[in-house]
């Protein structure tokens, strides 16, 4: 008899899995392969046609066109680059730097139109750095590259300002301000740069100020808590503190305490902590909750004295009507009525 064979199948799951592996391997090369060509872009050039390309390959950039004057020294140089055979050991270190200046110039805008103002400023001065060694081949450009880095100082500082006046946490705008400062000086505006470090030592000693009322407040509540622990409700403050004065004292502790956590929780509000405001609220509100009982403790205490002196009064006046009513009567006996004694 014939058997008849039937074909398996293919297994659909090692298929599943090739798919799969090649989706996640070129989901992983896309990204590697975009980052080599960035890093790519700006590779040194060896010669007088590498630079051509790469300075034409920079027209249209926002920097330049934004700052004019290294837009003239990218025209300038690719110019220079079209006119050059081979490169002398001179022509090849003035495109270097030449070059250097402009990524840097590049990286500190695209910084700044980011946010990044800390990486901004250290671009920044790798730019000062590369024109410093420009400047030692070539005066003209050196010059317009350093009118453009001033001119983006000034504006740097411009931007740190207000962004540093919206800010609403202080060590956020002290760092701007810190920042505004620094841009304004090396922009060559020396009463700027003065007037913001001015700011940033007063608002510096506030916030210091502020957080030393903060701790020390902070540290006042441990402390009471440490000696009145079980003062959170009125039975137990009055077990813990079997003392009437020592009751007495702890309420003025933690009226004390309580204030002080006022000023320290409006303190965080006001440099916009909102963290340690948080915290300070929730030991603020224990304190409070202890403050009540102690108060009620010791109203209780001096109800519960009022009601001893009370009936102690009431048995001494008791006792002092008692003797007077016998008094009274123990001189009746003794009155002498006097009659009539006419001869």
């Known amino acids: 008899m014939n058997q008849q064979t039937t074909a398996k199948p293919e297994p ?23 980052t080599s060509a960035i890093a790519d872009e700006h590779d040194d050039p060896e010669t007088a046609d590498d630079y051509f390309e790469t300075f034409r390959a920079m027209e249209g950039t926002e920097a330049y066109e934004e700052y004019d004057e290294l837009e003239t020294v990218r025209t300038f140089a690719t110019s220079q680059t079209q006119e050059i055979g081979s490169l002398d050991t001179e022509q090849e270190a003035e495109l270097a730097a030449l070059l250097e200046t402009m990524i840097a110039f590049e990286q500190a805008y695209d910084h700044a139109e ?18 410093e060694e420009l400047e030692s081949h070539d005066q003209t ?3 317009l590259a350093d009118l453009a880095l001033t001119r983006f100082y000034e504006q740097l500082g411009n931007g740190l300002r207000e962004d540093a006046e919206a800010a609403d946490r202080t060590p956020d705008r ?17 009463d700027e740069a003065a007037e913001f470090n001015l700011q940033v030592e007063q608002q510096t000693a506030e916030y210091e100020g502020a957080l030393e009322r903060m701790d020390r407040a902070e540290n006042d509540s441990e402390t009471f808590f440490d000696h009145c622990g079980e003062c959170m409700s009125m039975g137990t403050a009055l077990t813990a503190n079997a003392n009437v004065l020592g009751l007495f004292e ?7 305490v309580n204030a002080d ?10 440099h916009g902590l909102d963290d340690r405001e948080g915290e300070i609220a929730a030991i603020n509100q224990d304190v409070s ?15 519960g004295y009022g009601v ?25 006996g003794s009155v002498v009525t006097v009659g009539d004694t006419d001869v």
């Open 141 to 143: 450009q050196a010059t």
């Open 308 to 332: 001893v002196i009370g009936l102690v009064g009431a048995l001494l006046f008791g006792r002092v009507f008692a003797w007077q009513r016998t008094y009274d009567r123990s001189q009746v």
């Open 261 to 270: 956590l006022d000023d320290a929780e409006a303190a965080a509000a006001a």
């Open 289 to 303: 909750s202890a403050q009540i009982a102690l108060a009620l403790s010791s109203v209780g205490v001096l109800v």
């Open 12 to 34: 659909t799951v090692r298929t599943a899995v090739l798919v799969a592996a090649l989706v996640v391997m070129t989901l992983v090369t896309i990204p590697m392969l975009a």
């Open 174 to 190: 002290i760092d701007l301000l810190t920042m505004t400062a620094t841009a304004y000086e090396r922009a060559n505006l020396p």
């Open 114 to 131: 980011d946010g990044n103002y800390e990486a901004s400023l250290e671009a920044a001065e790798e730019t000062d750095d590369a024109i």
């Open 250 to 256: 702890q309420y003025q502790t933690a009226q004390t």
